[in-house]
T-cell receptor, first 113, second 112 residues
Framework: AAGVIQSPRHLIKEKRETATLKCYPI?????VYWYQQGPGQDPQFLIS???????DKGSIPDRFSAQQFSDYHSELNMSSLELGDSALYFC????????????FGEGSRLTVL | GENVEQHPSTLSVQEGDSAVIKCTYS??????FPWYKQELGKRPQLIID?????GEKKDQRIAVTLNKTAKHFSLHITETQPEDSAVYFC???????????FGSGTKLNVKP
């Protein structure tokens, strides 16, 4: 069965650089969530989209932006990267009305040097 | 907003024993409570969930109980095995594309 696809899986950037993460949700899933997970921490909600519109916003820095495109894939853009942005970034998708299950991608590990 | 608290943060049990992880939530409108298992460096994967219209759900060695009045829910793993060792997260959601709020996680170690 198709799963949530994230790319790249690993990314290394320097401070103040820009990074873009991509997420391809499961087909027919119309809601996408982005989470940031630091080492040993729980996933922190960043932002979500429903039908290509932003539906909710969490602890996403102003340096970050995201959008969902017409094919439902989503991109998380991170600018002026800081050391503290190093984390595992998960994209998750579900179908609304929600069956409930949130399917996570494998994650994109961002390392900022 | 919702606040989900999870205890304990670490749990060590002997193989074959039971393990119980507890979560509380603050928003009485939350109606969906999934549990995720996350192995090191991997994605969280749903292991069981419960909705607010039921009090208990079981799937083989795993069960979840929900007390709406007290606003807490628990994960029970019986006959634990070494492969159960992982970090477990509870979560709460109001559904309808609302965000999922995660607990802080419980690192379960099952000793052979």
């Amino acid at each position: 069965a198709a799963g949530v696809i994230q790319s790249p899986r690993h990314l290394i950037k320097e401070k103040r650089e820009t990074a873009t993460l991509k997420c391809y949700p499961i087909p027919r899933h119309d809601t996408v969530y982005w989470y940031q997970q630091g080492p040993g921490q729980d996933p922190q909600f960043l932002i979500s989209f429903y039908e290509k519109m932003q539906s909710d916003k969490g602890s996403i820095p102003d340096r970050f932006s995201a959008q969902q495109f017409s094919d439902y894939h989503s991109e998380l853009n991170m600018s002026s990267l800081e050391l503290g942005d190093s984390a595992l970034y998960f994209c998750a998708s579900c179908r609304t009305p929600p069956t409930g299950e949130l399917f996570f991608g494998e994650g994109s590990r961002l390392t900022v040097l | 907003g919702e606040n989900v608290e999870q205890h304990p943060s670490t749990l060590s049990v002997q193989e074959g024993d039971s393990a119980v992880i507890k979560c509380t939530y603050s928003d009485s409108a939350s109606n969906y409570f999934p549990w995720y298992k996350q192995e090191l460096g991997k994605r969280p994967q749903l292991i069981i969930d419960i909705r607010s219209n039921v009090g208990e759900k079981k799937d083989q060695r795993i069960a979840v109980t929900l007390n709406k009045t007290a606003k807490h829910f628990s994960l029970h793993i019986t006959e634990t095995q070494p492969e159960d060792s992982a970090v477990y997260f509870c979560a709460a959601s109001k559904g309808n594309f609302n965000k999922f709020y995660f607990g802080s996680g419980t690192k379960l170690n099952v000793k052979p």
